[in-house]
């Protein structure tokens, strides 16, 4: 079998989704074509440190007339960059590559960098900017692999949106595509994002009583006529309005406990106490719980207000027939961190800041804490460290995932 012949049965290996047998073909040669399919080949087995180093060899050997090819190459170091949950590479180095593609007639995988830059806005939360990317694009015109990939985000967005009957079909469709794929690693990895969907979502508390809710129950609660304090996001809401708190600590901590002790109040020592981690309510603390409590009142004033009791206070909506508090299952501190991990991919910290909005310092203080306790783990040293841990069972994460809010 001559070289050019090598090269075509690996990449066709690879296309099935059987890097091994691409591997039997070019795994002891060092030209471009070769090194670039090897580099995919370890990809798809996992292996995303050697193959980045086998794609940047490759691009590199490539001759500079020969843009197509290296252009692929940028996609597929971006793509292992987005597999290995490293966020930092270049929007516009993707852009260079993805209209490199265009202009020379390779509409497939132009196609499928710009995928590649929306699943990077959808894991940032960047949710308006990955559907109006999104719209852009026609899956009825690419092949199966690629309308799996638009399927897949077209579910991360609804569901992040908390629309599961929306994700449901996307996935349906995913899984049709899938199948006319054949590979099986994407069949799987619409099986996995599909259990979202069948998993608890939050917990429920209202009028001191707890159950657990799916997703499509969730979606239900936040279209009724209750006022829901969302403990997973820091939000509080009704139907048509959202007021974000997650900025604000105490204010949400206050009326988070007004919200699960309704219709009753909360003593002003309960609230001090719960608010403050004071031991006993002097004068001082009772005039900081006085001015937080103000706060409180200008921020809900078109959903609420804050009514003080010979004992303390209560919560009494304007339109709300109801107060409900959703909460995650084991109310854990760091959640959005462990959400974010719970996907089951190794994330390097500065992914994780860039995909929750903050600083580097405040994101390695929860990773060192959640180390502490067992819960996550580093892999490897420096900067090359990256942070993982097993998905967590039995519970779904979308309402801890970051989303960005109108009013936030």
């Not at 699960?260 to 603390?285: G, H, I, K, Q």
């Amino acid at each position: 079998m001559n070289t050019d012949a090598l090269v075509t049965a690996a990449a066709r290996a690879l296309a099935a989704g059987d890097p091994l047998g691409a591997l039997n073909w070019v795994a002891l040669r060092d030209d471009a074509p070769a090194l670039a399919l090897r580099g995919i080949a370890m990809a798809q087995l996992g292996d995303l440190v050697r193959a980045k180093a086998l794609m940047r060899r490759a691009a590199r050997a490539f001759g500079p007339e020969e843009a197509v090819a290296r252009a692929r190459c940028v996609v597929a170091e971006v793509e292992i960059a987005l597999a290995s949950r490293d966020l930092g590479w270049s929007a516009k180095t993707l852009d260079a590559a993805r209209a490199t593609l265009e202009a020379h007639g390779d509409r497939v995988n132009a196609a499928h960098a710009q995928y590649l830059d929306v699943r990077r806005l959808l894991l940032v939360g960047r949710l308006d900017a990955a559907e109006h990317a999104l719209g852009a694009l026609d899956p009825g015109l690419f092949p199966p692999a690629l309308r799996v990939a638009h399927e897949l985000v077209v579910a991360g967005i609804a569901l992040r949106r908390l629309q599961p009957k929306i994700a449901r079909a996307a996935l349906v469709r995913a899984g049709r595509a899938a199948s006319r794929a054949g590979i099986p690693a994407l069949a799987a990895e619409v099986e996995s994002a599909s259990r979202v969907l069948n998993t608890p979502a939050a917990r429920l508390i209202a009028r001191g009583d707890e159950r657990l809710l799916s997703l499509d129950e969730v979606e239900v609660l936040l279209s009724s006529q209750t006022f829901v304090v969302d403990a997973c996001r820091h939000v509080v809401r009704d139907a048509h309005t959202v007021i974000a708190l997650a900025r604000r600590p105490v204010l949400f901590e206050l009326v988070r406990a007004l919200g699960e002790a309704w219709p009753s109040d909360v003593s002003r020592d309960a609230l001090v106490a719960r608010v403050f981690r004071a031991t006993r309510a002097d004068e001082s603390y009772r005039a900081r719980l006085r001015v937080e409590i103000g706060r409180l009142r200008i921020l809900l004033q078109t959903l609420a207000d804050v009514t003080a009791t010979r004992h303390g206070f209560v919560l009494t909506p304007y339109r709300a027939r109801e107060v409900a508090v959703l909460a995650r299952h084991d109310d854990e501190r760091h959640a959005a961190v462990l959400a974010l991990l719970a996907d089951g991919e190794s994330w390097s910290s500065s992914a994780l800041a860039l995909a929750l909005g903050v600083s580097q310092r405040t994101l390695q203080r929860a990773l060192d804490s959640l180390a502490e306790d067992g819960k996550v783990e580093p892999v490897g040293r420096g900067r090359s460290r990256r942070w993982l841990m097993p998905p967590m069972p039995g519970f779904t994460t979308p309402l801890l995932l970051p989303a960005s809010l109108s009013n936030d």
